[in-house]
């Protein structure tokens, strides 16, 4: 079946660490990546996403991640995570006529 | 510029009580969308619309019913609200789906049913 799967439901990460946060696709996922964050309270806002071209895809607020299909992944990273990125993390791609989300990642970043 | 927008934010429910959800886009948007949101879950599709008139079940329909009547609105209603109903509730809309087309997420709906 298609699937994402974020490994890790929450990762703690200190202010100014390297924020790594995992997905990884079913190979017969259609390679139209995204990630969304949801702030408390809030609706989910899109980060980035790729389609196709580069591999490396810049987001948002710093973010990035690289699909990389020999590994079936698309990880997201930020050099430096700051007190704001505390937040819940979707990856997410389209399938059929709908988009499908992964569990999440609840990222916390302590002082 | 809207984008988005979910009525009501929280509601209470008893148990067997009734309500419509309703989200409007102003982006001119074909598809629309209706998921829940339960910890640990992610996001699941309830059900969703390709265009006016249209509307198409997701993975978790039951209990639920939607329209769309005017191409901007999606509703969602609970005819008869049950305690497994309690959710934060998601409408979206885009423009196509597929080739990488992002959805735009409205705020939630916090429903609680007691």
């Known amino acids: 079946a298609q699937s994402v799967t974020q490994l890790g439901s929450h990762v703690s990460v200190s202010e100014g660490a390297l924020v790594l946060l995992r997905c990884n696709y079913s190979s017969s996922v259609p390679p139209y990546l995204f990630w969304y964050v949801q702030y408390p309270n809030q609706g989910l806002q899109l980060l980035l996403k790729y389609t196709t071209g580069a591999t490396l895809v810049k987001g948002i607020n710093g973010f990035e991640a690289e699909f990389k299909k020999s590994e079936t992944s698309f990880h997201l990273t930020k050099p430096s995570a700051h007190m704001s990125d505390a937040a819940e993390y979707f990856c997410a791609y389209n399938y059929g006529q709908n988009f499908v989300f992964g569990p999440g990642t609840r990222l916390s970043v302590l002082p | 510029n809207a984008g988005v927008t979910q009525t009501p934010k929280f509601r209470v429910l008893k148990t067997g009580q009734s309500m419509t959800l309703l989200c409007a886009q102003d982006?001119?948007?074909?598809?629309m969308y209706w998921y829940r949101q339960d910890p640990g879950m992610g996001l699941r599709l309830i059900h969703y619309?390709?265009?006016?008139?249209?509307?198409a079940k997701g993975e978790v329909p039951d209990g639920y019913n939607v329209s769309r009547l005017k191409k901007q609105n999606f509703l969602l209603g609970l005819e008869s609200a049950a305690p497994s109903q309690t959710s934060v509730y998601f409408c979206?809309?885009?423009?196509?789906?597929?080739?990488?087309?992002?959805?735009?997420f409205g705020q939630g709906t916090r429903l609680t049913v007691v």
């Open positions: 982006m001119n948007h074909e598809y």
């Open positions: 979206a809309s885009s423009y196509s789906i597929g080739g990488g087309t992002e959805a735009f």
């Open positions: 619309s390709v265009g006016e008139g249209t509307t």
